[in-house]
Nanobody, 118 residues
Framework: QVQLVESGGGLVQAGGSLRLSCAAS????????MGWFRQVPGKEREFVAV????????YSTDSVKGRFTISRDNAKNTVYLQMNSLKPEDTAVYYC???????????WGQGTQVTVSS
């Protein structure tokens, strides 16, 4: 069992930056692939970025490549999403996701709102 708590969302102007954090409880954080997803009202939740449990491999969706960077600090049980050059279309609720790389069980955080004004 793992609990995830996101923070760092807020209101920012287009072109600005935010860094989201997701703090995980438990002692097995290092065994989880960690990801970020986002959702706007009326649309399905979409994948943003993922970092594998070892931290050596990342992948992100095309729309954020070159602007968003996912990273993790296993000593702090935290995963980050550095978001630069933000656009109004990045506005969404951002959710942290943890997937046990052995059992594939998935956990979600409660989400944090990111709003980018034009």
């Amino acid at each position: 069992q793992v609990q995830l708590v996101e923070s760092g969302g807020g209101l920012v102007q287009a072109g600005g930056s935010l860094r989201l954090s997701c703090a995980a409880s438990g002692r097995t954080f290092g065994s989880y692939d960690m990801g970020w997803f986002r959702q706007v009202p009326g649309k399905e939740r979409e994948f943003v970025a993922v970092i594998n449990w070892r931290g050596g491999s990342t992948y992100s969706t095309d729309s954020v490549k070159g602007r968003f960077t996912i990273s993790r600090d296993n000593a702090k049980n935290t995963v980050y999403l550095q978001m630069n050059s933000l656009k109004p279309e990045d506005t969404a609720v951002y959710y942290c996701n943890a997937r046990d790389h052995v059992t594939s069980r998935v956990y979600w955080g409660q989400g944090t709102q990111v709003t980018v004004s034009s």
